[in-house]
Each structure stands twice: as structure tokens, then as C-alpha cells.
């Protein structure tokens, strides 16, 4: 699923954050849907039954607006954000965001005002 260069983490009960480096916005897409795609064909054997594996994904790229320092803190907040978009949307889905208009504006501003803002584009779900 993931590519040599990439790194997997657990993050938190059932999150994971997933690192793609040498990635930009527009691979990112591709990459969420062959990580579900994967997960969706290839069940767990649990006593000879197939136990169905799904995921609710976030994805941001770094810099989340381009031509800006990487801020962690940040990318990670608008992840986050994702990840309960796509639960929100029913799970087994994704949902990205990329910097929109304006660049990152105001530090600490949640992910879902700076996406009222225009300041976040998002994609997917």
C-alpha cells in the first residue's frame, strides 16, 4: 500500500497518519483511492471468515499552500479535520485539503473556519 519512500504511523486508536513524500496535491487523490482500494480486496482471515477492512482517510499535502513553510501543527489539524469529514461522510472514504485563497492567514484558526474562509480547498469526499 504504501511506497518505499512513504511512512505509516499509528496516531491514535484507529487513525494513522500517512507521510507521502515526493508527493504532490494532485497525486494525493490517486493515492487515498489505491490505499481504500487495497484495504476494500484484501479482507483479514479471522477463524476462515473474511472480516471486511475499511478506512476513513484525511489528506493534506506539505506545505498545504505552496510557497509557505511546513507547518506541522497545522497540516496535522487540517489531517485530523479530514479524517472526521470522511466519517462524517459515511466512511470508507477520503477527503483532502489543500491551501486555497490567501495562504494560511491567522495561526490557531480551525480547519473548519479556514475552509469557510477559502483558505482551504477541499477535495474528495
Same mark, same amino acid.
Not at 515526493?22 to 487495497?38: I, S, Y
Not at 482471515?45 to 482517510?57: C, E, I
Not at 490567501?102 to 479556514?114: D, I, T
Given at each position: 500500500?504504501? $511506497?518505499?519512500?512513504?511512512?505509516?504511523? $499509528? %496516531?491514535?486508536?484507529?487513525?494513522f497518519?500517512w507521510?507521502?513524500?515526493?508527493?504532490?496535491?494532485?497525486?494525493?487523490?490517486? /493515492?487515498?483511492? $489505491?490505499?481504500?482500494?487495497? /484495504?476494500?480486496?484484501?479482507?483479514?482471515?479471522?477463524?476462515?471468515k473474511? /472480516?471486511?477492512?475499511?478506512?476513513?482517510?484525511?489528506?493534506?499535502? /506539505?506545505p498545504?499552500w505552496p510557497?509557505?513553510?511546513?507547518? %506541522?501543527?497545522?497540516?496535522?489539524?487540517?489531517a485530523d479535520?479530514?479524517?472526521?469529514?470522511?466519517?462524517?461522510?459515511?466512511?470508507?472514504? %477520503?477527503?483532502?485539503?489543500?491551501?486555497?485563497?490567501?495562504?494560511?492567514g491567522?495561526?490557531?484558526?480551525?480547519?473548519?473556519?479556514?475552509?469557510?474562509?477559502?483558505?482551504l480547498? $477541499?477535495?474528495?469526499?
Amino acid at each position: 500500500m504504501a $511506497r518505499n519512500d512513504d511512512l505509516m504511523v $499509528r %496516531w491514535g486508536g484507529e487513525e494513522f497518519v500517512w507521510l507521502c513524500r515526493n508527493t504532490d496535491a494532485a497525486k494525493g487523490p490517486q /493515492l487515498c483511492e $489505491r490505499l481504500l482500494r487495497q /484495504l476494500r480486496d484484501n479482507p483479514l482471515d479471522v477463524d476462515g471468515k473474511p /472480516l471486511p477492512v475499511t478506512a476513513s482517510l484525511g489528506f493534506v499535502p /506539505l506545505p498545504v499552500w505552496p510557497g509557505t513553510a511546513t507547518d %506541522w501543527d497545522t497540516a496535522l489539524r487540517i489531517a485530523d479535520y479530514a479524517v472526521y469529514c470522511s466519517k462524517d461522510a459515511g466512511r470508507d472514504a %477520503w477527503t483532502g485539503f489543500v491551501g486555497g485563497e490567501g495562504g494560511p492567514g491567522e495561526a490557531g484558526v480551525a480547519p473548519a473556519v479556514l475552509e469557510q474562509q477559502g483558505k482551504l480547498r $477541499r477535495v474528495g469526499a
